[in-house]
């Protein structure tokens, strides 16, 4: 059976692209989401994320009829879920748990509508065991349809879990081209799944189950977050030993089998920074590794605002008639990584906060992808390069956004990402 209609749920930086590269191919699209003012933007055949290239996609869609977006799911041959899995914040400083309630609320708004012969994929980064949890709520949902989990591959209803693996910025590209992991419950499910993928997938489609499937993902992200701690504790080494870490790694990575990622503030975005504690929380006794880099990466941000007392420090040592109070720091950046918008578990943003809180004097943001800043920001402002190159005394650089590179501040610098050096 075709995929004449295809419903996506959660109408974010995975679902909105992964729909209108469905509706581009000429697909029926319904786009679901709980975000009215999305709902609203996107049948206006404008986006209300930043990312390169989907503007026109969406527009063409929507203006042609083929991707419409609504608050309540309808009827579909497809549904794929695209929802948040953001973690449970431990208050006690203990493991992150996942926080699957997006994932229920979703299976419970599409049950009503299934029908025998449609395929449910799970596209969110999920735990271990999610595709099966999401299985079980259709069911019980829907005695009606047989699922899986009891009917095997005579099911009514497919499912499998795929996930996403696109980099935010280049995700038009990526999802095409990208291999996808595809982990179905049965055979037929991860035929079904590869079938829709197909209509726009030009990378392969490799077939496993759900349990792996979910653990590639998870060991995907865990990977980078490691690497990625081994070079900020190689920031902090080096930063001790008086050794300039950005020309290291340059020097290190000149071996064959040597290839050390960059330092920076920390980790941040809703992905690399989440996902590694989905396994930890899973096996805390054995994942040592991917527990300690999280724990170096979160750690990272806490270490340049000691870097930011000490060049305020330095500042009035050399200017002694000036009090903390006269002191204007700049922040560079306030995204999870160069060039966009995604303001999501970054750790530019972190450290302003915390930079804001502890300092008297004025703290001032530069964001070129944003035009206001966050509610919870205090007193900083929001500035241009230039109102920030001729009024602040310490600039902070927390994010290589392609507008502070050719900058370099006359003033005293802290540089997280060995730009300005
Ligand atoms: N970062 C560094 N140093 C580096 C590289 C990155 O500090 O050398 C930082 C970035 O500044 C950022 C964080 O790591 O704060 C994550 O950025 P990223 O570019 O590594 O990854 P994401 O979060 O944008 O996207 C990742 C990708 N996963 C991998 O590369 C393994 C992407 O393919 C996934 O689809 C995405 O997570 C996701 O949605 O899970």
């Known amino acids: 059976m075709s995929f004449e ?6 109408l974010g930086y995975i679902g909105l692209p992964t729909a209108a590269m469905f509706a581009s191919r000429k697909k029926k699209v319904i786009g679901v989401d709980v975000n009215q003012h999305a709902v609203d933007t996107i049948n206006q055949g404008k986006i209300h994320i930043v990312e390169p290239e989907l503007d026109m996609i969406v527009h063409a869609a929507v203006t042609e009829g083929y991707l419409k977006a609504t608050i309540s799911p309808e009827p579909a041959d497809a549904f794929l879920i695209a929802v948040p899995t953001p973690f449970k914040k431990n208050t006690n400083g203990g493991i992150p748990e996942p926080d699957l309630s997006y994932i229920e609320s979703a299976s419970k708004a599409i049950a009503p509508v299934l029908k025998k012969g449609d395929l449910v994929i799970l596209e969110s980064t999920s735990p271990v065991g999610a595709t099966e949890q999401m299985a079980e709520w259709l069911a019980s949902s829907r005695p009606d349809l047989s699922f899986p989990q009891s009917a095997g591959e005579t099911a009514d209803v497919s499912i499998a879990h795929c996930p996403e693996r696109v980099l935010p910025g280049h995700v038009v590209r990526e999802l095409v081209e990208n291999d996808r992991v595809i ?3 049965s055979k037929q499910c991860s035929d079904r799944a590869v079938e829709l993928y197909r209509i726009f997938v030009e990378g392969e489609c490799v077939i496993t189950n759900a349990r792996t499937a979910e653990m590639a993902k998870l060991t995907e992200n865990s990977s980078r977050d490691v690497q990625i701690a081994f070079a900020n504790e190689l920031s902090i080494i080096c930063d001790k030993l008086d050794i300039d870490v950005w020309e290291l790694i340059k020097l290190a990575n000149r071996h064959p089998r040597v290839n050390i990622l960059q330092p920076g503030p920390g980790v941040g975005g809703h992905c690399i920074a989440v996902d590694p504690w989905f396994i930890v929380s899973k096996t805390p006794d054995d994942a040592k590794i991917i527990h300690t ?3 170096v990466n979160d750690g990272k941000p806490e270490w340049v605002v000691e870097k930011v007392k000490m060049a305020i420090s330095d500042f009035l040592q050399q200017n002694t008639h000036k009090t903390v109070k006269d002191v204007t720091i700049a922040c560079y950046g306030l995204a999870f990584k160069p060039d966009i918008d995604d303001l ?3 750790p530019a943003l972190d450290i302003t ?3 804001a809180s502890m300092h008297s004097g ?4 530069v964001e070129p992808n944003v035009n206001q800043l966050p509610i919870n920001m205090g007193d900083v402002v929001l500035k241009d390069i230039g109102d920030a190159l001729s009024e602040a005394d310490i600039s902070v650089l927390l994010v290589d956004h392609k507008e502070f590179r050719n900058i370099k501040p006359q003033t005293h610098i802290v540089d997280t990402k060995g730009i300005w050096g």
């Open 5 to 10: 209609t295809i419903s996506v749920i959660g």
């Open 183 to 185: 982990g179905g419950m």
């Open 293 to 295: 880099a999280r724990l």
């Open 344 to 346: 999501r578990e970054s």
């Open 353 to 355: 906060k915390m930079i």
């Open 362 to 365: 004025i703290v001032i943001a």
